[in-house]
């Protein structure tokens, strides 16, 4: 039986106003903020420290999961299906970097399933690093307004 949220349960009312938020609405600068810096970028760089801290066949298998995200970054650019997005305002500032991103993460599956999967992590630290660093330098994203 689904509680209240004293409790520590979601409503599912409380779900669909939370994926509302997310999927509708353009969300404000601050909401930018705190999704990239509390949910995106630690969420990446948690991947990357289990990459680099897991055995063998974990990141084996985490090379294949890459490859879900790799595959989805090159769709997504070459086919422009999503020029406009809520978490960036309205602008998908990031789509220019979108082959790096899908790239870098493809690196990462190869290497993953390749042999060289005590280094494979790397190629997920560079994606975490350029990604926080485009963040800052781009005038649109929410660290500049």
């Not at 997504?76 to 979108?98: D, F, H, K, M």
């Not at 494979?120 to 660290?143: I, P, Q, R």
Request: glycine residues 8%; aromatic residues 14%.
């Amino acid at each position: 039986m689904l509680r209240g949220h004293d409790k520590g349960y979601i409503l599912p009312v409380q779900f669909v106003c939370c994926f509302n938020l997310l999927c509708v609405s353009i969300m404000t600068p601050d909401q930018r903020f705190f999704l990239f810096t509390r949910v995106c970028l630690p969420l990446r760089l948690s991947f990357a420290i289990l990459a680099r801290t897991a055995d063998k066949e974990y990141v084996r298998q985490a090379g294949l999961l890459a490859l879900l995200p790799a595959i989805g970054f090159w769709l997504i650019w070459l086919t422009g299906i999503r020029p406009t997005s809520t978490e960036g305002g309205g602008s998908s500032w990031w789509n220019a970097l979108r082959p790096v991103h899908g790239t870098l993460y493809a690196l990462f599956a190869w290497a993953a399933m390749s042999g060289n999967w005590q280094t494979a992590w790397v190629y997920l630290l560079v994606d975490v690093m350029l990604g926080a660093a485009a963040w800052v330098v781009n005038k649109d994203s929410s660290y500049n307004t």
